[in-house]
């Protein structure tokens, strides 16, 4: 089964109130295991929200999402929030590390969050994903002592802890000089092809956009694929 499908999704917000929108339209999407995309669109036109859907950190108004060919609709949160840890890792505009924790700290948090790692363990993963990023040495150097792009690196390291087969990341390098966003996105490139790990990369950055495989475009709730309107 692919990684991700999506049939009819829609989001309102406001729901019962004069407020009330709909952001998502009946989004049709489906990822196959280690594809590498990214996901663009302009500002307001629900990159965010689509995110948070398959995040599983918000459930669609109406439609149907599987991830992994299970129906995510027939889970409870409980359950979303274990598909979550073992299926997905994220990757933010602003990593979100912990400031006080070393490097081999932050990357061990996913571990933590799923309980039952002994600690040697831990560690031991912690090194792997650190070396794999390039960061061994500095696994004992709190994060707030690196530089944005080591600490997107380490941010990268912990998203694929617990092997994931996707990987949402919004905006990874919208905080990064031009060489480290190049080199982190090399880096996630790198490990699709190594790990077959599929990416869904929310980027501004069209030079990076198109060095992925496939570029799904999103207007007004609706997604719009191929080299249309903002590429042409
Ligand atoms: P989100 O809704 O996912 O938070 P935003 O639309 O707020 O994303 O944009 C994230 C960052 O990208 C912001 O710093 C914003 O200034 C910048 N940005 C937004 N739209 C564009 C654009 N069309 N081109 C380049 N940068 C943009
Ligand atoms: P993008 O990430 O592409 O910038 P968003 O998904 O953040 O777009 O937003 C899409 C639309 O949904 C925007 O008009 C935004 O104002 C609206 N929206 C997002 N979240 C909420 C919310 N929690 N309540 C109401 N409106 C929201």
Redo the contacts with the bound molecule.
């Keep these: 089964s692919p990684v991700l499908r999506l049939e009819g999704v829609r989001k309102s917000f406001g729901i019962g109130t004069p407020a009330e929108t709909e952001v998502l339209h009946g989004v049709d999407l489906v990822l196959e295991r280690g594809e590498f995309c990214a996901l663009i669109g ?3 036109s629900g ?2 929200t689509l995110l948070n859907i398959i995040g599983l950190l918000d459930r669609p108004t109406a439609g149907r999402m599987d991830i992994e060919g299970q129906d995510t609709s027939l889970l409870d949160d409980a359950g979303q929030t274990r598909l979550r840890g073992h299926s997905i890792g994220f990757v933010f ?1 602003y990593h979100h590390l912990i400031p006080a924790f070393t490097a081999a700290e932050n990357v061990m948090m996913p571990m933590l969050v799923d309980k039952g790692w002994p600690s040697a363990a831990m560690r031991q993963r912690a090194e792997e994903l650190l070396d794999q990023v390039g960061l061994l040495r500095w696994k004992d150097n709190l994060s707030s002592h690196m530089s944005g792009g080591q600490q997107q690196r380490v941010a990268i390291a912990r998203a694929l802890a617990m092997q994931p087969s996707l990987i949402l990341a ?2 990874p390098t ?1 905080n990064l000089d031009t060489r480290s966003a190049e080199d982190a996105f090399q880096l996630m490139r790198r490990v699709n092809r190594e790990q077959k790990t599929a990416f869904l990369i ?1 980027t ?1 950055n069209l030079d990076l956009a198109r060095q992925t495989d496939r570029i799904i475009q999103i207007v007004d709730g609706r997604i719009v694929e191929g080299n249309t309107g903002l590429l042409a």
Excluded: N, T
């Design positions: 302009p500002s307001g990159k965010s505009q919004d905006e919208g929310v501004h």
